[in-house]
């Protein structure tokens, strides 16, 4: 089988400071004129204007085959959107080649490929002219566009005037139902509500049932999760993973959260904190079955442990742990649920388990608290901090964030009760 998109060792150069990225005889024109220009002002012009240059791609190839659904990942900047606006032809690469087979529809932001000026009756007849489809071939699909877009009342209304709601879901519906071989989608969840979301996930479903091709970009990793079945992680321009999409996404966010505090250790006694009375050592925030690093999600239960040495004999230890939100909304203060009995001096570890399905997505800091007897020894703020990370599962097509410090997983029944 051929693929459906084939790149070739794609380099995108921008020139920082530009407005031109030398892809047109005019562009051209003026980088030879700069050229010149830099040669006759010596050396260190030539030095300078060498740091403009900026390499969004960085040479990398892949291919898509027909139905793939693939979606593309990375941080701001990674080069995400200048890889779509090759695929989609808006701008030509510095270096490399792409081959297709199909034609392409691309959403890539709201504004993109419309006029203002025209009624959204027109853009859809002109967006389906520039992919090279009849008028009567936009006909036969005009009434299915216009009931998913929901806009029948302003459809001869100009788009300028458009909310970017109903932009977008013009706009989504154009490229879906319109007849392309591929799609490109870039953020298309970031704007529309719940109902739209679901058509618009529904949709590029059926496109790929349909054996045509699905390119996704998102910073969405629920949407990504439930849409495609491959995903490919772009950092600085290059690929740094390609494959299954929770093989991708784990990596991701392994590395995206990488610097969080999810370990502390101090070897050095002297340098722990602490007094002369008690030392702490460690710290950890692990997920139950996972290595310390690994991620959390919302259905994971994960481990906090704390190791100390107590220079008290006797003491009664009662060693607590509070959990705030990123918003700094305290989550909970547990410790041990039995009363803590004298203990001689030494090394300890207290470990406590966090269940599942309890606690929301987001990012959470650790604090800790060690008594004796009610009588604060240690306390010790941000000890640790690690972000708990969504899945898709239970949300019924939605991929917006759920309100809540907690999120429990309840034993939710509906009974059918009979007519009074």
């Given at each position: 089988m051929k693929p459906a998109i084939h790149a070739n060792d794609l380099a995108k150069r921008y020139l920082i400071g530009q407005n031109a990225v030398n892809t047109t005889l005019a562009e051209a024109l003026s980088s030879a004129a700069r050229s010149i220009l830099r040669g006759a002002t010596g050396p260190q012009?030539?030095?300078i204007a060498s740091n403009l240059e900026f390499w969004a791609l960085k040479g990398i190839s892949f291919t898509v085959d027909p139905g793939e659904v693939v979606g593309i990942v990375g941080e701001n900047g990674a080069g995400k959107s200048t890889l779509l606006k090759i695929l989609s032809r808006i701008t030509l690469p510095t270096r490399g080649s792409i081959t297709y087979r199909g034609r392409i529809g691309s959403l890539l932001e709201v504004g993109t490929g419309f006029h203002p000026e025209l009624s959204g009756r027109d853009n859809i007849y002109l967006s389906g002219a520039i992919l090279g489809m009849s008028r009567s071939e936009i006909k036969q699909r005009f009434d299915e566009i216009l009931d998913f877009s929901e806009v029948e009342t302003f459809i001869d209304t100009p788009v300028k005037r458009y909310s970017s709601g109903m932009y977008m879901r013009l706009a989504f519906a154009v490229a879906a139902h319109l007849d392309t071989d591929i799609l490109l989608v870039d953020e298309v969840l970031a704007v529309g509500d719940y109902k739209f979301q679901q058509k618009c996930l529904s949709r590029m479903n059926t496109i790929a049932n349909d054996g045509r091709t699905v390119v996704f970009v998102s910073h969405n990793l629920i949407a990504i999760q439930a849409i495609c079945d491959r995903?490919?992680?772009?950092?600085?321009?290059m690929i740094s993973k390609d494959g299954r999409t929770h093989e991708?996404?784990?990596?991701?966010?392994?590395s995206e959260h990488a610097g969080s505090g999810v370990e502390r250790s101090w070897p050095d006694p002297a340098n722990a904190p602490g007094n002369d009375s008690i030392r702490l050592r460690y710290a950890l925030v692990q997920p139950l079955g996972g290595a310390p690093g690994d991620a959390i999600d919302v259905r994971q239960a994960f481990a906090l442990s704390f190791e100390y040495e107590s220079h008290l004999a006797g003491a009664h230890l009662n060693v607590s742990a509070c959990v705030y939100s990123g918003d700094g909304a305290l989550v909970f203060h547990a410790g041990p649920t039995e009363e803590?009995?004298?203990m001689p001096s030494g090394r300890y570890r207290d470990r406590c388990i966090v269940p599942g399905d309890?606690?929301?997505?987001?990012n959470y800091r650790v604090s800790l608290e060690i008594r004796d007897r009610g009588e604060l020894l240690l306390t010790v703020s941000d000890l640790l901090t690690f972000e708990i990370l969504d899945v898709p599962?239970?949300?019924f097509g939605w991929f917006g964030k759920w309100d809540g410090v907690?999120?429990?997983r309840l034993d939710w029944t509906t009974e059918h009760l009979p007519a009074a």
């Open positions: 012009d030539r030095r995903a490919i992680w772009l950092d600085q321009g991708v996404l784990a990596a991701y966010t392994r803590p009995s004298a309890l606690m929301n997505d987001g599962d239970g949300r907690v999120r429990p």
